[in-house]
């Protein structure tokens, strides 16, 4: 289970974004003023424009060389025009860029690019308020709604990674989860300026493309604040107890264009553990179902007015049942796996 929500987080992350520069951020100094705190926002950045720790003829010649940089990328024909479906980590490295080839050019046939929301144009004091009015719980803190083996876990986790945890006494357990795995994926190396979407978003910022979002910033953290507080604190469970190199291993998945694959058998391995059917739907139909229902219908509006799209959105929405693909595969049209 603690795999499996972890795919999830990663596909989701960008919804909390985290910067290179831990500022703190105004919703969090007001519910905790008499606390030295980090915040986890910041202004966003094209990951086109920061390459100084990686030079651009140093990550070529690197991917380059590797023949098994394969992300998956699928492909729509509807009346003559190709559009394209593209999976995104919302935090990445440097050395992820550049992408392969069919990806750019599958890119730059398109007129416009879908995302989930444009997180390079989040106001961040709007984010701030919105932040402060939907994830926290005046009422209760904290550590008074998880189980007793969520808050020994998490306990410890603050205890010996020395997050700021002090920071999330006001807050809804899915913000703390949220926030506390961005802060590991950027100590672990990835940054949200090197997110696929972000990436994509200042090319076609640069190139004067469309930018199609197919979800808003209030509705992705609503998602996240119905949640039952029960998946809540699984969601803070999976985080704190974590394994090393579970980021490493998806983002190796990505690479290779095996996320679908390695979803199944994180699946399969939380089963095995006695994962509860029930929730497990219920987790799902609420984070991605519902969701990938929604963007698919994004997507096919777009395509049928005669555009050629390149939608890069979390790569957990992409492949198998009830995917994006699935969806649009039941309003009729045809989506190939592209092989290079």
Sequence with gaps: MKKYLGIIFASLIGLSACGDDQKPDKAVKDSNSKQKVESTQSEQQPATDQTETAPQEQMADAQTADPAYKPALWKIEHNGTASYLFGSIHMGEATMYPLPQPVTQAYEASDAIAVEIDLSSINQAEMA???????????????????EETLSEYQEYCTETKSPCQMFNSFEPWFAAMTLEALSMQQSGYSEKYGVDMHFLSEAKKHQKDIIELETFDFQLSVFDTLPLELQDMFLYSVVTKEEDETSELVA????????????????????KGLDQASYEQFMDALLYKRNRGMADGIAEQIEQGKALFAVVGAAHYGGDKSINHYLEEK???VE???Y
């Design 129 to 147: 308020q919105t932040v402060q009015e939907i994830a926290m719980d005046p009422d209760n803190t904290l550590v008074s709604v998880l189980s």
């Design 337 to 339: 796996r592209v092989r």
């Design 332 to 334: 009729g049209f045809t």
């Design 253 to 272: 998945a990505w690479k290779q264009g095996k996320v679908e694959e390695f979803v199944a058998s994180s699946l399969l391995e939380a089963e095995e």
